[in-house]
């Protein structure tokens, strides 16, 4: 029997996806937009947590009116979704400002890779709910992830203790952004992506302003730059890019993409910061990678 051709419906559908080194393009863009972020929070005038208040409370608007344009609804949740995305937005808040300290205290190149940690942790989860055991690829994703952890660790307490701290804040980070993703899961089929992105803005933006006063750190920036730099950068063309790409990529691809961003952050680390990697380092950063695209993968 000979095959048929495409349906009209399936012409329609390939008519409408966009070119695909334009996706690929997007993907990519969108992880190095966010890769830069880290740069901007070093930059800033202001304290780390202050910095990621204003990277949410700054991009509001624009979320909103991101939301319209795609035609996701802003008001009518019901009570019980927006309070759960009211609790996912406090543990986005708390992943931001663990995240944005860590920042400060260890090299970029870690920062970044265990700001990425909630794929594993996600890996680990879907084992519990399913009472699965781990394959072997699995398995080895878990090994992988373990021996990266304790050489970058390892190495960071050779510098100092204090980029150890941040090598722990960061992971911290990476902890919290699964529970941020797992609060959210039953919420994401009652909002848009930018119309959920709007509310957990709103909803984080006070908590991170509150955990910078009683921290003590400069809230109102001398200097707008790195703030604006790190609002376009990571709230609005990082986040929008992915947001774009996400959904015409199977995780494998996604979570391979996803590792152009500690490369990217270890290379201005390098140029802008001296922050230089060794031989030891690399092959940390490069068993921790291979096991978060296996996580990805999984996903």
Do not use: C
């Not at 991101?66 to 019980?80: D, I, K, S």
């Not at 373990?146 to 992971?171: H, K, N, P």
């Not at 200097?223 to 992915?242: K, T």
């Amino acid at each position: 029997m000979e095959n048929e051709g495409p349906s009209q419906a399936e012409l329609v559908q390939a008519e409408k996806r966009p070119a695909a080194w334009l996706l690929l393009l997007a993907l990519l863009g969108g992880n190095v937009a966010l890769a830069i972020g880290p740069w901007f929070v070093r930059l800033a005038d202001t304290g780390p947590v202050a910095a990621g208040f204003w990277r949410l409370f700054l991009a509001l608007p624009f979320m909103a009116l991101l939301a319209r344009a795609n035609r996701q609804p802003l008001t009518g949740m019901p009570v019980m979704t927006m309070a759960l995305v009211a609790l996912g937005a406090v543990t986005f808040a708390l992943d931001l400002a663990s995240w944005h300290i860590g920042i400060g205290m260890t090299r970029l190149g870690n920062a970044t890779l265990f700001g990425n940690a909630g794929s594993i942790v996600l890996l680990f989860w879907g084992f519990i709910v399913h009472r699965t055991a781990p394959g072997r690829l699995e398995w080895l994703a878990i090994v992988f992830a373990l021996a990266g952890a304790a050489i970058l660790m390892g190495r960071s307490l050779e510098i100092s203790d204090a980029t150890l701290i941040g090598d722990l804040f960061s992971v911290a980070a990476g902890l919290l952004y699964a529970v941020y993703l797992l609060t959210l899961q039953n919420a994401r089929g009652a909002f848009g992506s930018w119309s959920l992105l709007f509310w957990v803005s709103v909803f984080g933006a006070p908590v991170l302003l509150v955990i910078a006063l009683a921290l003590g750190e400069p809230v109102w920036p001398q200097a707008w730059g790195p703030i604006v730099g790190l609002f376009v950068l990571s709230q609005l063309v990082g986040q929008g890019l992915m947001v774009f790409a996400l959904r015409y990529f199977p995780p494998l691809v996604v979570g391979l993409a996803l590792l152009t961003q500690p490369v990217v952050a270890s290379i201005y680390g390098w140029l802008a910061f001296g922050e230089v990697l060794s031989g030891t380092d690399i092959v940390g950063m490069v068993l921790v990678g291979a096991a978060l695209a296996v996580a990805r993968a999984k996903a």
